[in-house]
């Protein structure tokens, strides 16, 4: 079946750190992937996407490749911001999975001023 | 377009209590899909719906009935609550297309005593 690895978290950075999240990912097929992140209090949001082996997904300063040789589709960010404070949530979806996706169990980020 | 609404936005219930969750969109999307969140496991899947009249399980759907009547809406049904069952729910929808990103409500936090 399909599966998800995300870091543990939290991460803690100040305010500028490079913002790495690492993800792996099992699929049988030709995923797509996702970034979705979740402020406090509030549901999920996408953040990025990208469709096929290759592909960068970017958003609001945040960057992330799909590497189909490493199976991976890492997070990244030059400068965070103390409004970038979330849980981050990696996600594959299969055309043949109903079209559901699949979670990683989430990455919490804090920023500090 | 609201979106994705989800009422209520807390509950809590005693053991062997029934509720509804309610779910609707306003985007005539052909997939709705409920999910539980739970600390560290991210997002799990448990009933989906591909359009009206037509369900089906996910990961965890012990517990939990759904119904699909109408395209707008996708209620969750608890029928006996246990404490297992604390957690937060979010219903999600999206387009047929598995390169589509699902859109999520706000969610609903349960507590079963």
Redesign the interface.
Known sequence: GNSVTQMEGPVTLSEEAFLTINCTYTATGYPSLFWYVQYPGEGLQLLLKATKADDKGSNKGFEATYRKETTSFHLEKGSVQVSDSAVYFCALKEGDAGNMLTFGGGTRLMVKP | NAG?TQTPKFQVLKTGQSMTLQCAQDMNHE?M?W?RQDP??????IH?S?GAGIT?Q?EVPNGYNVSRSTTEDFPLRLLSAAPSQTSVY?C?S?E???????F????TRLTVL
Request: net charge negative; glycine share 22%.
């Open positions: 994705v997939y899909s999910y560290g496991m991210g997002l799990r899947l989906y591909v089906d996910g979010f999600a999206n047929l297309g598995y390169r589509d990103e699902q999520f409500g706000p969610g």
